[in-house]
């Protein structure tokens, strides 16, 4: 008989979140660590305790750049600890079970195709809204094995310089670190806004979700920070119509809350900018599992490649 | 036994050309007609003068937005007497044979793969470089059945407004139309250059390959719209590699055969754009069946699906 669970992990930038996963989609248990420089000695333990004879294998999900044909973790932008490291063949050498390894933004693509709200599209684009923006793509119930690295694609050819060497990337007009960085510059600036007084004044401490309430709010600075963010989205949305023409786009990752204005202005952008006749039939939609897409996505990367 | 022919169909801007191909991708023969308003009767006549009982189905690659699933034609931006037709069916009903419908890039990608330079990777992406700019995609060895309309991939936020409605697209820049307009508005703006004096002095009439030769001629404004075009043309490529790090990137098409400038110059720009880890696997090279991977392809539709 078939083993009944897999463990599910998530590196990211901060956390290290560990997971036993049942076949149906369940979390049993889960950890979460600081991503620390012993990240791998870290991994080894709370995989211990997760270990039993019911575990039909690992799968990992990691934000960076991923070789997951060879197990290997090109660049991790934020744990660059890790990159190089032969991580897969490492567990494996130690748990004696498969090891799949995978970017984190398509292993939150199989979570939501598994359990989550891509699960009655035979074709869905995720794309993951945080600090940097990844993408997974389903094509035909399956993950397609690609980087889909969306947030690298070049939207303005003499853009800005993007820390991957390239310039103009969507991530560096669209993402959390571009709105921060555009609405605390304008605050530098002078700009006058509510904004200015959060945090006893000192700015530099703001968040996303501070400028998407008060956005809601009426200021003028937030709103218009996040609807411009929300139409480089939308480029980034219809590149993605024109070239795949998904049933479903699929939004997660913090971003994804700012669904009123950001994503609104997304939508819109990308209507103007898809061929009619593919938009017209594309949905436009939010996650369902939110942060755990990436932890049972890895898992349901065991059920699907280990069988 | 199964048949063992195909009728494979190429409907372009001008030409229409239908063709019979055996099951090892072999002409057998093969018709030209222009493209005229009466493009279906043109059409009927064609295929019924290669019509028998040994062929298994007709394959149909059109230059514009297909919906393949239902066999119609959204958009034929240089043959708009045909949008809306529901030209597979109509088609079938008459000669009761399958009958398959594809963008011809996909048709181009799919003879490619079949008997031509994609032959022996199981992934590629490729791109028709001509007065549009098309693209196709192999993956796991089949067409990945979608618009892959790289042609219309932003990449300028706030560029040149495209005739399909949105602005900024890679054709803009680096199609044979964009570089034909290019040159022509820097002649009419007085700009010296041998190329002034062809046709007479009826500069309009100039083609790429015109364009192509003066530039190997050392000719500055030859040289510097077709290398400009060309770093535009990296944009795309680089997009690519990182959204689906292809084995190889196949160029086809008119301007393919610009190779020491203008895809030189592209494949400078993807090194400096894409990820390099990514980038350095990539083989990115010319087709091998040039004109006719269309119709082979559109032959090899058949073959594939009906069986």
Known sequence: MSKAQAIGIDIGGTNLRVSLVSRSG?????IKEPSSKDVVNTLFHSI???????????????????????????????????????IAS??????????????????????EKWIGAGKDFANFFLFTLGTGIGGGIIHNRKLLGVPAEIGHMTIEANGEKCP???????ESYASARAILSKAISAL?????SPLKNCYGGNFYKLTTE??????LDGDSLARETLRDAGRYLGIGIANII?????????????????????????IKEASRRAFRELFETVKIIPSSLIDDAGIIGAAGLVFEEAE
């Open 188 to 192: 530098e600036k002078g700009r006058e």
């Open 164 to 170: 991957c060497g390239n310039s103009g990337c969507l």
């Open 242 to 266: 024109n070239l795949m023409w998904p049933e479903a786009i699929i939004l997660t990752g913090g971003l994804a809350g700012a669904w009123s204005i950001y994503v609104q202005e997304a």
């Open 48 to 86: 211990e305790s997760l270990m039993s004879d019911e575990v039909a294998g690992i799968g990992i999900g990691v934000a960076g750049l991923v070789d997951s044909a060879n197990g290997r973790i090109f660049i991790s932008p934020n744990l660059p600890v890790i990159e190089g490291i032969p």
């Open 90 to 111: 490492m567990i494996n050498d130690r748990f004696s079970v498969p090891v799949f390894l995978e970017n984190d933004a398509n292993t939150a693509a199989i979570g």
């Open 210 to 215: 501070d400028i998407y309430r008060f956005s």
């Open 26 to 30: 369940e979390i049993i248990r889960k």
